[in-house]
């Protein structure tokens, strides 16, 4: 069954207007544990696919979390594995060593791609924010400067 988005967010405000204008995932689950729920369609409430799938989400999490402080310096953790929008795409997922996507040409540029990406999801959740303007100026300037080309991405597509 499929729900509409409208309808969705229009059950997500009326469960937040009854706790006081804050919406917790806990209050959304107990209200979709019902049948009658719009949301209910949208959990998996088979306990064993469930309880693989947080598994599998903890495993990410965990991999996301695996940081490096080198050469001693506590302040500054290096970040172990990353995940790249090519290996997702392409339907096998996972992560790759840092190390070795930045010692790659073709792999940083995919992560470089990435970044940018993120920083217009950044860019769009935020722009009513206008103390953050300078940011956005700044993260202008570094796009036009040192974004791949989309040639330059489309053949290492081809070659990934």
Known sequence: MS???GIVIQELKRIASEHRGILNAEDVVAEAQSPKSVLHPLFEWDDTIAAE???LFQARQLIRV???YLDGNDEKPFKV???LSEDRYKGDGGYRQLETVMSN???RLILLQ???NEMELF???YYQLKELSEVFTAMNKVKIKFAPKQEEMQKIAVKI
């Open 66 to 68: 695996s940081v490096l």
């Open 123 to 125: 860019r769009e959740k």
């Open 105 to 107: 040409k073709e792999l």
């Open 81 to 83: 594995f990353v995940s």
């Open 53 to 55: 799938q947080w598994r």
């Open 114 to 116: 990435d970044a940018f």
């Open 3 to 5: 729900v509409k988005k």
